[in-house]
């Protein structure tokens, strides 16, 4: 998938801050952190509804990369990069924590991803629309977490499939499959329900 003008900026901005991390620029590592903390905490949140761990998990990812600044070898983009670190974090805090059996010993490990949509929104404002939203929200409790995980990453952090593939560990043909069959599901039981769910997420 082509990336945008906004993308390439984002992409060549952050090579420049590792590149200066990498010389040890402690700014440059601060900006890093301060660009990526919230969305990387609300992706935690998704695996773990506790922000002490996800703040605790975070604070490792970061350590780690500040630590390791020198041998730094990030062949994906940088987001990419530090969303697969959290997931890989938020995964063996949940191993840790026996909710999951040892990772990589099956194709779909049991762990949790929820999306939840906003509290309110201007477009629900009357009966109608609140019993589509509660539509949508039955229509997400069927999904997989692995889709869940796909769309959160598409339409929320605007991941293409390459990075949500390499981040979750996946082919590109797997990523698009588990989109398609999350698409498939919405539509099936709501038309129109990916563009108000996109909507509903932000």
């Known amino acids: 998938m082509t990336r945008t003008p906004l993308d390439l900026h984002n992409a060549q901005e952050d090579?420049?801050?590792?590149?200066?991390?990498?010389?040890?620029?402690?700014?440059?590592?601060?900006l890093?952190?301060?660009?990526?903390?919230?969305?990387?905490?609300?992706?935690?949140?998704?695996?773990i509804p506790d922000l002490p761990a996800v703040e605790d998990c975070l604070h490792d990812v970061f350590v780690w990369v500040w630590m390791n600044r020198q041998k730094l070898n990030i062949h994906s983009a940088v987001k990419s990069y530090l969303f697969k670190?959290?997931?890989?974090?938020?995964?063996?805090?949940?191993?840790?924590?026996?909710?999951?059996?040892?990772?990589?010993?099956?194709?779909?490990?049991?762990?949790?991803?929820?999306?939840q949509l906003t509290p309110e929104t201007h477009l629900l404002n009357n009966e109608?629309?609140?019993l589509i939203r509660q539509q949508i929200e039955r229509v997400l409790l069927t999904l997989t977490a692995k889709q869940k995980e796909v769309i959160y990453l598409r339409y929320y952090e605007g991941l293409n499939f390459e990075d949500i593939a390499i981040n979750m560990n996946l082919s590109v043909k797997a990523c698009y499959k588990l989109m398609g069959r999350a698409i498939t599901t919405l539509r099936e039981n709501i038309p129109g329900s990916l563009v108000l769910l996109i909507i509903l997420l932000h």
């Open 85 to 115: 670190s959290v997931r890989t974090a938020m995964l063996h805090w949940l191993q840790k924590q026996h909710r999951l059996q040892p990772l990589n010993t099956g194709d779909d490990p049991a762990y949790a991803f929820e999306l």
């Open 15 to 30: 090579l420049s801050l590792i590149s200066q991390i990498r010389s040890g620029d402690y700014a440059a590592f601060t």
């Open 32 to 47: 890093l952190y301060n660009k990526y903390c919230g969305p990387l905490t609300q992706y935690g949140l998704k695996f």
């Open 128 to 130: 109608q629309r609140r």
